[in-house]
């Protein structure tokens, strides 16, 4: 199974962004679905997560309010939906996917957890 994550670009502070993140194959059965990023210099991050099947998601405070995650179950697809974009989101932003139960109750906040990982796409907000 292969996730492609694309849709990353250069945007100005306030503008709005839509990420894709999608799977190779229909058949796959994803447990959850998240958006991680890494800016240069620092640590990977959690942004966002989402659970299939549910209504169940998950945001970093730092993207609360702004950033929002959803699945179209018919294009093998989740979005991440980027607005009021701020100079301190720039980073890669990477998708990753579980087919497998959680351990913990922060499990989404583990990379380790995810078995399956997309390419990254730039995401360059200017101020």
């Known amino acids: 199974v292969q996730l492609q994550a694309y849709g990353g670009g250069l945007v100005q502070a306030g503008g709005s962004l839509r990420l894709s993140c999608a799977t190779s194959?229909?058949?796959?059965?994803?447990?959850?679905t998240t958006w991680f990023r890494q800016a240069p210099g620092k640590v990977r991050e959690f942004v966002a997560a989402?659970?299939?099947?549910?209504?169940?998601?998950y945001y970093a405070d730092s993207v609360k309010g702004r950033f929002t995650i959803s699945r179209d179950n018919a294009k093998n697809t989740v979005y991440l939906q980027m607005n009021s974009l701020k100079p301190e989101d720039t980073a890669v932003y990477y998708c990753?996917?579980?087919?497998?139960?959680?351990?913990?109750?922060?499990?989404?906040?583990?990379?380790?957890?995810?078995?399956?990982w997309g390419q990254g796409t730039q995401v360059t907000v200017s101020s």
């Open positions: 194959e229909r058949t796959f059965t994803t447990y959850a």
């Open positions: 989402e659970i299939a099947s549910s209504n169940i998601t």
């Open positions: 990753a996917a579980k087919n497998t139960l959680p351990h913990g109750s922060t499990w989404y906040l583990r990379g380790v957890e995810y078995a399956y």
